[in-house]
């Protein structure tokens, strides 16, 4: 399989990345500081990531707030300019085809980014929705993740508007001539932002923001550190077709006026079952563990309890830099999944004692103003 290439292709190579197949992109995992510097650079400074293999999209035209309302259980029509939302798009059994940032930039345009591995099927579910609006893929767009305490400041360096941007806030921008738009998000757990940028104009922006000395680049192996830290979902581990928002614990993601008591209630796929799991609540839960000792676990290990008995597996592990040890997310029984409770992995021949753990594993610094 051919794999494609992101517009900071030759600069990763030139920083000395190990590149990885990821989603069909040729991707940096590391440089050669390594994935703990990076993820521990990241939380005491800033860190750049490319993230340029996810999915870009706009959706304008008349209608296109109750098009998405559509498909995700959001209150999109009462998302202010210039501001974004959590999303996922639900199937008709309550499962989680993708999550997605929404962003409103007019009344009638929206600018989607979806994740790397799903875009494809998520832009032919977007199109066959679409009732006279319009979506333009920007094929030849780069997205610049800059993350970390540092980033305000950086990034006040190259556009001023934007180090004013709180969470979840959005603005255009012009960064050495080229048109830019910047939202104040990101997947770490600290504040930090996003840029989307034209293809050719990026490498010299990733050269401008690495050009400060408190920002290094960093892989997507950081990044996968610093978003379970953070006790963010990653799409094809805690979330899929097979998973909904509820037992996910992502409730929170659903709008009031889309709830079954509100004045827009459904209107989305799946949106009956997860009504009822809302009250009945689902057999297994989203949880954090911390493993009582060095040696890691790993994604798809079973979860035991004290008696030895299989509740549960996990769905994502790691070393946690920050916190100084492995960590990991399960999806456990539910009544089991009181922080603090004793449970046990099973790692080859050995079972690892593991103790329920309440999330985020490091505290999560977005800035809220």
Same mark, same amino acid.
């Given at each position: ?27 940096? +995992? ?20 490319? +993230?340029?293999h996810m999915g870009q999209v706009i959706i304008e035209g008349l209608g296109s707030a109750a098009m998405l309302e559509s498909l995700v259980p959001v209150d999109i029509d009462g998302l202010a300019d210039n501001r974004q939302t959590y999303a996922v798009f639900t199937n008709e059994q309550g499962g989680v085809l993708d999550d997605l940032i929404i962003t409103r930039w007019s009344q ?193 290990? +079973? ?27 399960? !999806? ?33 610094? !977005?800035?809220?103003?």
């Amino acid at each position: 399989m051919t794999l494609l290439h992101t517009p900071l292709d030759a600069l990763h190579r030139e920083l000395g990345a190990k590149m990885v197949p990821f989603a069909g992109y040729d991707m940096p +995992v590391q440089y050669p500081a390594g994935i703990i510097s990076e993820h521990l650079h990241t939380r005491q400074a800033a860190g750049l990531f490319d +993230v340029s293999h996810m999915g870009q999209v706009i959706i304008e035209g008349l209608g296109s707030a109750a098009m998405l309302e559509s498909l995700v259980p959001v209150d999109i029509d009462g998302l202010a300019d210039n501001r974004q939302t959590y999303a996922v798009f639900t199937n008709e059994q309550g499962g989680v085809l993708d999550d997605l940032i929404i962003t409103r930039w007019s009344q009638e345009t929206f600018f989607l980014v979806v994740n790397a591995g799903c875009k494809r099927q998520d832009i032919a579910h977007l199109r066959a929705h679409l009732s006279g609006q319009t979506l333009t893929v920007l094929e030849h767009h780069a997205l610049l993740a800059l993350q970390g305490p540092a980033a305000r400041e950086v990034i006040r360096t190259v556009c001023s508007d934007a180090a004013e941007l709180r969470f979840m806030q959005g603005c255009p921008g012009i960064i050495d001539g080229v048109k830019v738009y910047i939202t104040c998000s990101g997947y770490t757990g600290e504040d930090g932002f996003e840029i989307s940028v034209p293809g050719a104009a990026a490498t010299n922006l990733a050269r401008r923001l690495l050009s400060d000395q408190r920002v290094q680049a960093v892989g997507l192996g950081a990044r996968d550190s610093l978003r379970l830290e953070a006790g963010l979902c990653l799409y094809g581990h805690e979330l899929t077709t097979e998973i909904d928002p509820v037992q996910a614990g992502l409730v929170w993601s659903i709008s009031q006026s889309r709830r079954a008591e509100g004045e827009r209630a459904g209107g989305f796929p799946g949106a009956d079952v997860i009504f009822r799991r809302m009250i009945d609540k689902p057999a297994l839960r989203r949880i954090g563990l911390r493993v009582d000792g060095k040696r890691p676990v790993r994604e798809g290990q +079973v979860v035991l309890d004290e008696s030895g008995r299989q509740v549960g597996e996990i769905c994502s592990a790691c070393y946690g830099a920050s916190v100084g040890g492995p960590i990991a997310m399960a !999806y456990i029984e539910r009544e089991l999944g009181l922080p603090g409770t004793k449970l046990l992995v099973v790692s080859r021949d050995k079972h690892l004692p593991v103790t329920v753990t309440p999330m985020p594993f490091n505290p999560q610094r !977005y800035f809220r103003g």
